[in-house]
């Protein structure tokens, strides 16, 4: 919810409270991410979704042009199943999910590995062996990378 928070959402900043407020987006049929499964247990999620649904993100401008971007703003893990290659998959189904939900353009927001905050916007890495490219910078930390989806 850092990202969809509206400024009243944003006063009530607790576990139920952000429940709802997700829940009352999905209730309304917006979308919000998808979920990674292990043997049928879900073990991921990562937050996917048109980039209007979500605040100022820093990317590109593209009023007027056409393009359908879709936002990438976030990864979950579950600890234990860290380190074998979900991020990957759960990346890659993420940008099946937007094309074909009518995105052109996935946009995303990562760091650097050493970065001190941000790290659940994924690393520059898993995104450019994506094939995801630098088109510039979102404050001091996040990179912003697009992917363009083949039409």
């Given at each position: 919810?850092?990202w969809r928070s509206t400024a009243a959402e944003a006063k009530k900043p607790d576990g139920a409270s952000r429940r709802a407020a997700m829940k009352s987006r999905?209730?309304?049929?917006?979308?919000?991410?998808?979920?990674?499964?292990?043997?049928?247990?879900?073990?991921?999620?990562?937050?996917?979704?048109?980039?209007?649904?979500?605040?100022?993100?820093?990317?590109?401008?593209?009023?007027?042009?056409?393009?359908?971007?879709?936002?990438?703003?976030?990864?979950?893990?579950?600890?234990?199943?860290?380190?074998?290659?979900?991020?990957?998959?759960?990346?890659?189904?993420?940008?099946?999910?937007?094309?074909?939900?009518?995105?052109?353009?996935?946009?995303?927001?990562?760091?650097?590995?050493?970065?001190?905050?941000?790290?659940?916007?994924?690393?520059?890495?898993?995104?450019?062996?994506?094939?995801?490219?630098?088109?510039?910078?979102?404050?001091?930390?996040?990179?912003?990378?697009?992917?363009?989806?083949?039409?």
């Open positions: 919810m850092v999905i209730d309304a049929g917006v979308p919000v991410g998808i979920l990674g499964y292990r043997d049928g247990v879900p073990v991921a999620w990562c937050s996917i979704a048109p980039r209007e649904t979500y605040r100022a993100l820093g990317g590109l401008d593209d009023t007027g042009t056409g393009e359908q971007v879709w936002a990438l703003v976030c990864f979950f893990i579950k600890r234990e199943h860290r380190g074998q290659g979900l991020a990957k998959g759960l990346l890659l189904a993420a940008i099946d999910h937007a094309a074909r939900n009518g995105a052109t353009i996935v946009e995303a927001y990562p760091v650097d590995p050493d970065s001190p905050s941000y790290r659940f916007m994924g690393f520059v890495e898993t995104f450019t062996k994506a094939g995801f490219l630098k088109v510039g910078r979102a404050g001091q930390r996040r990179y912003v990378m697009r992917f363009s989806i083949p039409r």
